[in-house]
């Protein structure tokens, strides 16, 4: 869901792929029953490998990287893996990576995944998908906002069977560039994972980043080195806002 300043750089940029497994929540709380519908888990043969999020009643949003586990197949419409209707709930998924997407640390880590039939709301389960940003975002430093997933919930954990979610504060980007000295990719976001102890873990990757009266502004990406052990440096998103272009063309086509 990772000289002394050389050797530092390539160690962070090292790291990227050790954060590409992504993150579970630290530091959150269980969600209640049916809040965060357009919640996805994707899967592969072994369980719960990525987070992510329905945007279309066909397509699902999750982060590129996690297309090195081998996602089979998509939950939708429940908070506990534990209560999964393979009939209803299951998906199985065509990928639509990013054609730029080649590591983590290059960027462009987002992935569209079609769902195998439309995903329908019912009276049961109000599926509804999450609502996009229409343009690029203006997020203010220590804006909280909030991220949520079924990761780890502690660092070298395991991932988990109940939707957690937790409030992040928003990281001005130079300041965390800095932090990461400058080897963030471009088209990112930072929240969370720095000066506080809340944050994502291995597991959450994919998921959404939630702000402004829970709008999808970013996609879990990448932490640093697998450690989950607040504060450390901030949590990385893919930021939405800059790949609407592409999104809008696969979803209005239906088609990668």
């Not at 599926?127 to 780890?152: D, F």
Request: charged letters at 20%.
């Amino acid at each position: 869901m990772h000289s002394l300043l050389k050797i530092l750089i390539f160690h962070v940029l090292t790291c990227f792929g050790g954060n590409a497994l992504g993150s579970e929540i630290i530091k959150g709380t269980k969600t209640t029953d049916k809040s965060m519908l357009y919640m996805a888990s994707i899967q592969n043969h072994s369980g719960h490998v990525c987070g992510g999020f329905l945007v279309s009643e066909d397509f699902v949003v999750t982060a590129a990287h996690c297309d090195n586990l081998n996602p089979t197949s998509v939950v939708l419409g429940t908070h506990n893996l534990k209560n999964v209707d393979n009939k209803t709930m299951r998906y199985s998924v065509r990928k639509c990576k990013h054609p730029s997407f080649v590591k983590t640390s290059s960027g462009n880590d987002i992935m569209l995944l079609k769902l195998s039939r439309k995903a329908r709301p019912s009276k049961k389960v109000p599926l509804k998908p999450i609502k996009l940003p229409s343009h690029k975002q203006h997020l203010k430093e220590k804006k909280l906002c909030l991220v949520a997933g079924w990761g780890y919930t502690r660092t070298n954990g395991t991932v988990v069977d109940e939707l957690q979610v937790v409030d992040v504060p928003i990281i001005d980007l130079k300041k965390c560039q800095g932090m990461w000295h400058n080897a963030l990719p471009a088209n990112v976001i930072c929240a969370g994972g720095y000066d506080t102890n809340k944050g994502f873990c291995q597991g959450d990757s994919g998921g959404p980043l939630l702000c402004n009266g829970k709008t999808a502004v970013g996609v879990v990406s990448f932490n640093s080195n697998y450690n989950c052990n607040y504060p450390d440096v901030p949590n990385v998103y893919t930021d939405l806002s800059k790949f609407l272009p592409w999104m809008k063309k696969i979803l209005k086509k239906k088609n990668c």
